[in-house]
């Protein structure tokens, strides 16, 4: 099996390694050569995290191959994940030359993390096979993925995507009609909104915020949702009790509006940003994100919730496979995968 990433930044990167780590061939176009530097990065990332949420071990990981031409990168491809731009005018030009090159492809997903699948299709001659397949950062390691198929979107396309999303160890949320943002971008966005005024009416700074999400209900969120929550506030009265003890009679948000985000509200939020951060740079930061999040996936598999119970569902699932196949599973080894000679490989030259 064989995906092609269109795109190889953090998100397209992020696709690359969770199919490679899986055994899938994967071939990435991208017209930035820099994005190949991004792309090695991340699967190096994803290299040292991702097995270590598992017990077992995940299957020999696949091939991959860096292209100079898209067609030559989607051509013969099972699976095509667009990861470009968040631009209307530039997903729609790339998906057009998807369509002329994608003979075999199923699946054609776009990781457009608002844009509506019904926009994006409309005037694509394979908007059958097309729909959004919106991850979350980082890809090779929250499972969660929102399936948001466009009116045009076949039920066997939609069928697929779900299957394949699952053999990689991924947590399906298939939408039953389209909004912009989806669900998860929409949380966020609300608390974003309400964390800008309380900076902007000086009422708590950036790290106040994030000390208050991290060492409180962020971490009751990472084992269960809002909803779970909230009954459990409720007692034995449940959620009838939760709301009608807590219920917004008075709402203590300003949800319904945004402040704008002007220069001095912009520097207010950068020169608390750097406060808050010190010396450390962007790797370190990731490299912090990802054993954490490791840490707190591989304590949620002991009772199998949340991100924690997906982990155990995949290692069940490769084992399977594997004793299906007559052999063990094989452990992964990336050291050879991508080299310095990438940055200057022909565009079909494959990365072993």
């Known amino acids: 099996m064989r995906a092609a990433i269109i795109g190889g930044g953090i998100i397209g990167g992020g696709w690359a390694a969770r199919f490679l780590l899986n055994g899938w061939d994967v071939s990435v176009y991208d017209e930035d050569s820099k ?7 991340v699967i190096d990332q994803a290299r040292v995290s991702l097995p270590q949420i598992y017990d077992g071990q995940l299957p020999q990981s696949g091939n991959l191959s860096v292209h100079s031409d898209l067609a030559s ?9 667009e990861s470009v731009s968040e631009r209307i005018d530039i997903k729609s030009a ?15 997903g776009s990781s457009t993390s608002g844009l509506m699948p019904s ?19 980082p890809v090779y390691l929250l499972p969660v993925v929102e399936i948001v198929p466009s009116p045009k979107s076949s039920q066997d396309t939609i069928s697929t995507a779900n299957d394949v999303l699952v053999s990689i160890g991924m947590k399906p949320l298939l939408m039953g009609r389209e909004i912009d943002g989806f669900i998860g971008n929409r949380l966020q966005e609300a608390m974003w909104r309400e964390a800008l005024w309380m900076v902007k009416d000086g009422i708590a700074t950036v790290a106040e915020i994030d000390d208050a999400i991290k060492y409180g209900f962020g971490l009751r969120m990472a084992q269960m949702g809002q909803f779970e929550t909230y009954r ?14 807590f219920g917004l009679v008075h ?15 912009a520097s207010t939020l950068a020169a608390q940003w750097d406060e808050q951060v010190g010396n450390k740079s962007t790797a370190e930061l990731e490299r912090l994100r990802d054993a954490n999040l490791v840490g707190i996936i591989r304590a949620l598999r002991a009772t199998n919730s949340g991100a924690g119970g997906a982990a155990v569902d995949h290692d069940a699932r490769v084992k399977d496979n594997e004793q299906k196949r007559g052999g063990a599973a094989r452990a992964e080894n990336f050291d050879t995968i991508i080299s310095a000679a990438v940055i200057t490989a022909s565009p079909d030259d494959s990365i072993t």
């Open 35 to 41: 994005s190949i530097d991004r792309l090695r990065y």
């Open 73 to 81: 990168a989607v051509a013969g491809a099972d699976w095509v994940q």
């Open 94 to 108: 790339v998906l057009g030359e998807i369509c002329k090159a994608a003979d075999k492809a199923k699946v054609i």
């Open 119 to 137: 926009v994006l299709a409309d005037g694509l001659p394979c908007a059958d096979r097309f729909l959004v397949t919106h991850p979350f950062h």
């Open 232 to 245: 459990i506030l409720g007692g034995d009265g449940g959620m009838a009790h939760f709301i009608a003890q």
């Open 251 to 265: 709402p203590l948000s300003k949800l319904m509006d945004a402040p704008g985000l002007d220069d001095v509200l």
